[in-house]
């Protein structure tokens, strides 16, 4: 799992007026699905067709993966030997209110702590 800055992660998205965050729901979606390999329950197993998806139905396709996602990064966590706490009613609720971005701070900080816990060398599979 790629770690990034969420700091940069936030202020690309800003400044790029949302296409650093188009680009970052394709490529966690991507590294997710990567990760579960075997594992993967087939959700989401496209970023690219999450992505169209979300713009066919309107973002509602969008709730739904931020739901998704958190189970499936909360999973990794606990595989991966990281505490990552199961965000996935609050990631759905700040994105229906519109508070995405929070959102992908959130996630992409429970992403870093599984790299680190990667790093580390604590990996429970």
């Known amino acids: 799992m790629k770690k990034r800055s969420v700091f940069s992660v936030i202020l690309l998205t800003i400044v790029t007026c949302g296409i650093y965050g188009i680009y970052w729901f394709i490529a966690v979606t991507n590294e997710i699905e990567n990760d579960l390999a075997d ?3 087939g959700c989401c197993s ?9 713009l066919v139905t309107c973002g509602i396709y969008g709730l739904y993966w931020w739901y998704k996602e958190a189970k499936r990064v909360a999973f990794l966590g606990e595989i ?4 990552i ?16 971005i929070v959102s992908t701070a959130l996630m992409q900080n429970d992403m870093n702590t599984i790299a680190d816990a990667e790093e580390r060398g604590n990996i429970a599979e």
């Open 46 to 54: 496209s970023g690219i067709s999450a992505f169209l998806l979300t």
């Open 85 to 100: 706490a199961d965000n996935s009613v609050a990631y759905l609720v700040l994105s229906l209110f519109g508070f995405g």
């Open 80 to 83: 991966r030997g990281a505490r």
């Open 39 to 41: 594992r993967s329950d």
